[in-house]
């Protein structure tokens, strides 16, 4: 008996999952129109109306019962990203207002036993970061970003969540984030005490609570997560007019350092 009911709950949660997935692709093409919209149209009233309604539709989809595990793979303006557990998806993009000023956007959902929508919108407010790198904040207060990747550590029993973002700033400079959150009552705490490195004129000035790494715009400069050697590598910067505090003129040298997990910390480990 019990053999068969769970059996028929299996087949109503295909069913239902299928059923939504058949509504997911009737609206994928709509959402991906907007999404490229929001980054192509060279109207500024139209990108921001477009992601106005792209904003509200994504929601919508979302309400559809186990949405968590919908794949938006039409979706390339939008980062998607699945944490290593499977705890939550965060959704990031910007849009451009004009020449030198970029709206973040970005929500995570959270993956819930019901499969009901539990989703958690953040709101960019980069112009209150005097500081942005020396700041403890949460999603109703944050700094923005397009996030790109996902690393899942852990410390003393508790997991935290290292994020990998960029952000097109200004017409002269980009910059890279490294991003520490933890959860706490599912609610994301964003920033702390989480890195030590050896003083550099192209870092933040220690002690940071996330690490903000400015760079010339179109420079190849990186920061990624090697996940054999379990470090986050960074480009090593100099600058193109021998001027280290001038963050626009920031280029790779063509070596790079690195990042390790030790004792809940990113440590960056002297080079000789």
Request: glycine share 4%; aromatic share 14%.
């Amino acid at each position: 008996m019990l053999k068969q009911l769970l059996f028929s709950i299996f087949l109503i949660c295909t069913f239902q999952f299928s059923n939504a997935q058949v509504n997911l692709d009737s609206t994928g093409l709509a959402l991906q129109k907007l999404a490229i919209q929001i980054v192509e149209d060279s109207n500024s009233e139209n990108r921001y109306l477009a992601d106005s309604i792209f904003t509200k539709s994504l929601v919508k989809t979302l309400k559809t019962p186990f949405s968590f595990n919908f794949k938006f793979d039409s979706l390339k303006s939008i980062s998607q990203l699945i944490s290593p557990d499977k705890k939550f998806k965060i959704f990031s993009w910007h849009i451009k207002l004009n020449e030198d000023t970029f709206l973040q956007r970005a929500a995570i959902q959270i993956n819930t036993l019901d499969g009901q929508l539990k989703l958690l919108p953040f709101f960019d407010k980069s112009e209150m970061f005097d500081a942005p790198e020396s700041e403890i904040c949460n999603r109703k207060k944050w700094m923005g970003a397009i996030y790109y990747d996902i690393i899942l550590t852990d410390y003393n029993n508790s997991k935290f969540y290292t994020l990998l973002g960029f952000d097109d700033y200004n017409n002269f400079t980009s910059r890279k984030i490294i991003e520490v959150i933890r959860f706490e009552n599912d609610e994301p705490i964003l920033g702390g005490n989480y890195f030590v490195y050896p003083p550099d004129e192209t870092y933040p000035v220690a002690p940071v609570e996330r690490f903000v790494y400015h760079y010339k715009k179109g420079s190849n400069a990186y920061i990624r997560y090697n996940n054999e050697s379990k470090q986050i590598t960074l480009s090593e910067l100099s600058s193109t007019n021998n001027d280290l505090k001038m963050k626009s003129t920031l280029v790779p040298t063509g070596n790079e350092v690195f990042f390790v997990w030790k004792n809940g910390k990113w440590v960056m480990p002297e080079i000789e």
